[in-house]
Protein backbone atom coordinates (compact mmCIF):
# COMPACT_ATOMS: atom_id res chain seq x y z
CA UNK A 1 0.00 0.00 0.00
CA UNK A 2 1.06 3.37 -0.67
CA UNK A 3 2.07 5.94 2.03
CA UNK A 4 3.46 9.29 2.16
CA UNK A 5 4.18 10.84 5.88
CA UNK A 6 5.18 14.25 6.78
CA UNK A 7 6.37 13.85 10.33
CA UNK A 8 6.21 17.75 11.28
CA UNK A 9 2.70 18.58 11.90
CA UNK A 10 3.24 22.91 12.45
CA UNK A 11 6.39 24.93 11.97
CA UNK A 12 6.76 28.80 13.36
CA UNK A 13 9.18 30.57 11.73
CA UNK A 14 10.55 34.57 11.54
CA UNK A 15 10.31 36.15 8.22
CA UNK A 16 13.76 35.39 5.94
CA UNK A 17 14.31 32.29 7.59
CA UNK A 18 14.81 28.97 5.79
CA UNK A 19 12.84 26.39 6.14
CA UNK A 20 12.74 22.53 4.97
CA UNK A 21 9.22 20.57 4.52
CA UNK A 22 10.11 16.77 5.29
CA UNK A 23 8.24 14.01 3.21
CA UNK A 24 8.55 10.57 3.00
CA UNK A 25 6.32 7.85 1.25
CA UNK A 26 6.22 4.21 0.71
CA UNK A 27 5.47 2.56 -2.49
CA UNK A 28 5.74 -1.38 -3.94
CA UNK A 29 5.59 0.79 -7.66
CA UNK A 30 8.83 1.01 -9.25
CA UNK A 31 7.24 4.44 -11.52
CA UNK A 32 5.41 6.88 -9.45
CA UNK A 33 4.69 10.51 -9.27
CA UNK A 34 5.74 12.70 -5.91
CA UNK A 35 3.96 16.17 -5.50
CA UNK A 36 3.79 19.13 -3.15
CA UNK A 37 0.78 21.62 -3.03
CA UNK A 38 0.31 23.77 -1.21
CA UNK A 39 -3.10 25.11 0.86
CA UNK A 40 -3.22 28.76 1.81
CA UNK A 41 -6.05 29.83 4.76
CA UNK A 42 -8.60 30.52 1.80
CA UNK A 43 -8.59 26.32 1.38
CA UNK A 44 -7.92 26.07 -2.37
CA UNK A 45 -5.31 23.12 -2.94
CA UNK A 46 -2.04 25.21 -5.42
CA UNK A 47 0.15 22.90 -7.51
CA UNK A 48 3.89 23.47 -6.66
CA UNK A 49 6.00 20.49 -8.17
CA UNK A 50 5.51 17.00 -9.36
CA UNK A 51 8.20 14.62 -9.99
CA UNK A 52 8.38 11.14 -11.34
CA UNK A 53 10.29 8.32 -9.80
CA UNK A 54 12.73 8.15 -12.93
CA UNK A 55 14.35 11.83 -12.00
CA UNK A 56 16.21 12.50 -9.13
CA UNK A 57 17.53 16.02 -9.87
CA UNK A 58 16.75 18.49 -7.67
CA UNK A 59 14.47 21.15 -8.69
CA UNK A 60 14.70 24.82 -7.74
CA UNK A 61 11.97 27.33 -8.70
CA UNK A 62 12.77 31.02 -7.17
CA UNK A 63 12.80 30.69 -3.36
CA UNK A 64 11.65 26.65 -3.66
CA UNK A 65 13.74 23.97 -4.09
CA UNK A 66 13.31 20.37 -3.50
CA UNK A 67 15.30 17.68 -2.86
CA UNK A 68 14.14 14.10 -4.04
CA UNK A 69 16.34 10.68 -2.95
CA UNK A 70 15.02 7.63 -3.44
CA UNK A 71 17.67 5.54 -1.29
CA UNK A 72 15.81 7.31 1.52
CA UNK A 73 12.61 7.42 -0.08
CA UNK A 74 12.44 11.23 0.36
CA UNK A 75 11.29 14.32 -1.07
CA UNK A 76 11.60 17.59 0.93
CA UNK A 77 10.58 20.98 0.25
CA UNK A 78 12.77 23.47 1.30
CA UNK A 79 11.30 27.30 1.42
CA UNK A 80 14.54 30.21 1.25
CA UNK A 81 13.96 33.55 2.65
CA UNK A 82 10.90 32.99 4.04
CA UNK A 83 7.50 35.19 3.83
CA UNK A 84 4.51 36.12 5.79
CA UNK A 85 2.44 35.18 2.29
CA UNK A 86 4.22 31.50 2.88
CA UNK A 87 2.38 31.00 5.61
CA UNK A 88 -0.14 28.14 4.47
CA UNK A 89 -0.74 24.29 5.07
CA UNK A 90 1.85 22.06 2.68
CA UNK A 91 0.62 18.75 1.68
CA UNK A 92 3.17 16.20 -0.33
CA UNK A 93 1.72 13.64 -1.93
CA UNK A 94 2.40 10.31 -4.10
CA UNK A 95 0.60 8.76 -6.91
CA UNK A 96 1.00 5.38 -8.72
CA UNK A 97 1.40 5.08 -12.29
CA UNK A 98 -1.16 3.97 -15.14
CA UNK A 99 1.33 1.69 -16.08
CA UNK A 100 1.02 0.21 -12.78
CA UNK A 101 -2.82 0.01 -14.12
CA UNK A 102 -3.97 2.41 -11.24
CA UNK A 103 -5.80 5.27 -11.40
CA UNK A 104 -3.03 7.87 -10.33
CA UNK A 105 -5.08 8.93 -7.45
CA UNK A 106 -3.32 10.97 -4.88
CA UNK A 107 -2.08 9.85 -1.59
CA UNK A 108 -1.57 12.68 0.47
CA UNK A 109 0.42 13.12 3.72
CA UNK A 110 -1.39 14.48 6.81
CA UNK A 111 0.11 17.92 5.46
CA UNK A 112 2.20 20.38 7.55
CA UNK A 113 1.37 23.77 9.18
CA UNK A 114 3.59 26.29 8.10
CA UNK A 115 3.48 29.98 9.72
CA UNK A 116 5.48 32.90 9.15
CA UNK A 117 5.82 35.76 11.63
CA UNK A 118 6.72 39.15 10.06
CA UNK B 1 -13.83 28.33 -16.95
CA UNK B 2 -10.51 29.29 -16.19
CA UNK B 3 -10.54 26.68 -13.04
CA UNK B 4 -12.10 23.57 -11.51
CA UNK B 5 -15.63 25.28 -9.93
CA UNK B 6 -17.84 23.76 -7.34
CA UNK B 7 -21.04 24.53 -5.96
CA UNK B 8 -22.24 24.95 -3.94
CA UNK B 9 -19.22 26.29 -2.00
CA UNK B 10 -21.47 25.65 1.74
CA UNK B 11 -23.76 23.30 2.47
CA UNK B 12 -25.62 23.17 5.79
CA UNK B 13 -28.03 19.78 6.13
CA UNK B 14 -29.58 17.64 8.78
CA UNK B 15 -29.07 14.57 9.07
CA UNK B 16 -30.65 11.69 7.20
CA UNK B 17 -31.12 14.36 4.06
CA UNK B 18 -29.77 13.42 1.03
CA UNK B 19 -26.98 16.22 -0.63
CA UNK B 20 -25.68 17.08 -4.31
CA UNK B 21 -22.17 18.49 -4.99
CA UNK B 22 -21.29 19.48 -8.27
CA UNK B 23 -17.76 20.19 -9.74
CA UNK B 24 -17.41 21.81 -13.34
CA UNK B 25 -13.67 20.70 -14.08
CA UNK B 26 -10.98 22.92 -16.69
CA UNK B 27 -12.39 22.32 -20.07
CA UNK B 28 -11.26 19.36 -21.77
CA UNK B 29 -9.98 18.03 -19.00
CA UNK B 30 -11.40 13.77 -19.31
CA UNK B 31 -9.85 13.32 -15.89
CA UNK B 32 -11.75 14.06 -13.16
CA UNK B 33 -11.21 12.98 -9.24
CA UNK B 34 -13.43 13.55 -5.93
CA UNK B 35 -11.59 13.91 -2.50
CA UNK B 36 -12.55 14.46 1.24
CA UNK B 37 -10.57 16.02 3.46
CA UNK B 38 -11.61 15.99 6.94
CA UNK B 39 -9.77 17.38 10.81
CA UNK B 40 -9.93 13.69 11.56
CA UNK B 41 -9.06 11.41 8.07
CA UNK B 42 -6.67 14.66 6.29
CA UNK B 43 -7.20 14.23 2.49
CA UNK B 44 -9.13 10.85 1.20
CA UNK B 45 -9.69 10.12 -2.35
CA UNK B 46 -13.42 9.02 -3.29
CA UNK B 47 -13.93 8.32 -6.83
CA UNK B 48 -12.18 8.99 -10.57
CA UNK B 49 -13.75 9.40 -13.78
CA UNK B 50 -11.91 8.84 -17.35
CA UNK B 51 -14.51 10.54 -19.61
CA UNK B 52 -18.13 9.33 -18.09
CA UNK B 53 -16.80 6.49 -16.44
CA UNK B 54 -15.37 5.23 -13.08
CA UNK B 55 -12.93 3.03 -13.25
CA UNK B 56 -11.84 3.59 -9.49
CA UNK B 57 -14.26 4.11 -7.01
CA UNK B 58 -12.58 2.31 -4.36
CA UNK B 59 -12.16 5.84 -2.03
CA UNK B 60 -16.14 5.46 -1.80
CA UNK B 61 -16.41 5.00 2.18
CA UNK B 62 -20.29 3.63 1.95
CA UNK B 63 -23.05 2.94 -0.28
CA UNK B 64 -24.62 5.89 0.59
CA UNK B 65 -22.07 8.07 -1.86
CA UNK B 66 -22.34 7.79 -5.45
CA UNK B 67 -21.15 9.98 -8.18
CA UNK B 68 -21.91 10.32 -12.10
CA UNK B 69 -20.21 12.41 -14.94
CA UNK B 70 -22.31 13.48 -17.75
CA UNK B 71 -20.80 14.14 -21.28
CA UNK B 72 -17.37 13.62 -20.14
CA UNK B 73 -17.62 17.24 -18.03
CA UNK B 74 -19.89 18.17 -14.87
CA UNK B 75 -19.49 15.64 -12.00
CA UNK B 76 -22.41 15.43 -9.05
CA UNK B 77 -21.41 13.44 -5.49
CA UNK B 78 -24.65 12.60 -4.24
CA UNK B 79 -24.83 11.82 -0.39
CA UNK B 80 -27.88 9.69 0.73
CA UNK B 81 -29.06 9.74 4.18
CA UNK B 82 -26.07 11.98 5.50
CA UNK B 83 -24.70 11.29 8.62
CA UNK B 84 -22.65 13.69 11.18
CA UNK B 85 -19.45 11.99 9.98
CA UNK B 86 -20.13 13.07 6.47
CA UNK B 87 -19.04 16.65 7.41
CA UNK B 88 -16.28 17.74 5.69
CA UNK B 89 -14.87 20.33 3.11
CA UNK B 90 -15.50 17.74 -0.91
CA UNK B 91 -13.00 18.79 -3.05
CA UNK B 92 -13.27 17.99 -6.92
CA UNK B 93 -9.59 17.64 -8.90
CA UNK B 94 -9.59 17.19 -12.82
CA UNK B 95 -6.77 16.82 -15.07
CA UNK B 96 -6.27 17.03 -18.95
CA UNK B 97 -5.36 13.51 -19.35
CA UNK B 98 -4.58 10.19 -17.21
CA UNK B 99 -1.00 11.25 -15.60
CA UNK B 100 -1.13 14.98 -15.93
CA UNK B 101 -1.34 17.19 -12.77
CA UNK B 102 -4.55 17.75 -10.90
CA UNK B 103 -5.55 20.80 -11.08
CA UNK B 104 -8.53 21.35 -7.45
CA UNK B 105 -11.17 23.40 -6.82
CA UNK B 106 -12.08 25.88 -4.14
CA UNK B 107 -14.26 22.79 -2.55
CA UNK B 108 -17.92 22.35 -0.78
CA UNK B 109 -18.21 22.54 2.97
CA UNK B 110 -20.31 20.50 3.98
CA UNK B 111 -21.93 20.08 7.61
CA UNK B 112 -24.41 17.69 8.73
CA UNK B 113 -26.10 18.55 11.91
Known amino acids: AQKVTQAQTEISVVEKEDVTLDCVYE???????LFWYKQPPSGELVFLIR??????QNEISGRYSWNFQKSTSSFNFTITASQVVDSAVYFC???????????????FGKGMKLTVNP | GAGVSQSPSNKVTEKGKDVELRCDPI?????LYWYRQSLGQGLEFLIY????????KSGLPSDRFSAERTGGSVSTLTIQRTQQEDSAVYLC???????????FGPGTRLTVL
Open chain 2, 93 to 103: ASSFSQGAIQF
Open chain 1, 93 to 107: ALSESLTQGGSEKLV
Open chain 2, 27 to 31: SGHTA
Open chain 1, 51 to 56: RNSFDE
Open chain 1, 27 to 33: TRDTTYY
Open chain 2, 49 to 56: FQGNSAPD
